[in-house]
């Protein structure tokens, strides 16, 4: 018998990223939960939420970009709101990423607090407690989760370019 779906996590949405930036098609529970500081049975029961969703396959190997995308612009900032806090030390996202250093000139910036940065800016909570680690080891994963903190906090300007990104990114590959 099917588990009650509980609605999504925010922490579901980096997996299901994740997912997209492991070149290898044979990943493991275990590769996505040490790469993530997440544990196997939090990736586990955030796939199948994930395919009740419909955002994976029934197999809960591959994502359906189309429909995650769909999410990811239209719902996401509803399901998942922030609002840019306090200062703090920490690692640039939103339009304070390097990604959107040829785009847009600010002289406000946005963190994910951790010691470990060095940008001073308003603090925006991340997707889940261990994200700034796991950002750490994936130049992809991070570009994306700021391109997301952009749809959730960014102006119009902002938006705009954040949402062609992702556009291409997720329609880069042939669907699953």
Do not use: C
């Not at 910036?109 to 060095?118: E, I």
């Amino acid at each position: 018998m099917r588990r009650k779906h509980n609605g999504m996590r925010p922490q579901d949405i980096v997996i299901l990223l994740k997912i997209l930036t492991v070149q290898d098609e044979s990943w493991q529970l275990k590769d996505l939960a040490n790469s993530l500081y997440i544990s196997n049975s939090e990736i586990s029961e955030s796939l199948e939420r994930s395919a009740y969703a419909g955002l994976v396959d029934t197999e809960k190997r591959h994502v359906h970009r189309r429909n995650l995308l769909d999410f990811l612009l239209y719902g996401m900032k509803y399901v998942f709101p922030t609002q840019p806090g306090i200062l703090a030390r920490g690692l640039a996202t939103a339009h304070s990423h390097p990604f959107f250093q040829a785009f847009i000139y600010s002289d406000q910036s946005y963190v994910w607090p951790s010691p470990s940065g060095s940008v001073l800016g308003q603090a925006i909570e991340p997707f889940y407690a261990n994200q700034v680690k796991a950002i750490q080891e994936d130049d992809e994963l991070y570009k994306l989760l700021a391109l997301l903190d952009v749809i959730r906090v960014g102006k119009i300007r902002e938006k705009i370019i954040a949402e062609k990104e992702l556009n291409e990114i997720l329609s880069d590959v042939k669907s699953h």
